[in-house]
């Protein structure tokens, strides 16, 4: 934009644009583009406006009111010591460690031991990376208890990693539920050798 394309008026303090007839900059012009000099539109205008007036209401019930709602932590341990009096009012069931013998449980079991354990103790518990589970010989105990800790816990050394993250204590004794009433006692295709010590089965 040239000089020839704006007037200078000369009883106003900035210049006009000849083409839209709009405020120019006074004295602002950058490589030969001279900017408007526009008014801001209402609506960001009145936005302002409104910020400016949340802001003062949030600082006044924020400092002066004390407002509990506009403190996390406050906010937070009110929900905890909700949840905790919610906890301590419903009577807690006793998760009661056996064998399960349903059909319901069993066929759980088996979805549980075809999605995480085959893939070390072979479908029909076999053994692979992990034992044999068919056979009479048990490394960590044959107890309810005692499969039901080495679900739970894993054997880290042995490359079995936990599971209480990721199945319940319903499904873990499912699962164990699973190899004692439907694989222990079978016959493998390829049985893996007997490892660890002959225990009688306590059922």
Known sequence: ??????????????????LTNERLIKDHEYDGIKELDNDLPPWWKWLFYITIVFGIVYMIRLWVLDSDDLYQIREYDAAMAEAKDNAASQPTAQFEIKVLTDDASLANGKETWDKICQVCHLYDGGGLVGPNMTDNYWIHGNTVEDMFNTVTNGVIEKGMIPYKDQLSPTQRLEVISFIIEKL????????????GEEMAWPY
């Open 1 to 18: 934009m040239t000089t020839e394309d704006t007037t200078k008026n000369t009883n106003q303090d900035y210049e006009l644009d000849t």
């Open 184 to 195: 222990h006692g079978t016959t493998p295709a390829n049985p893996k050798a007997p490892q």
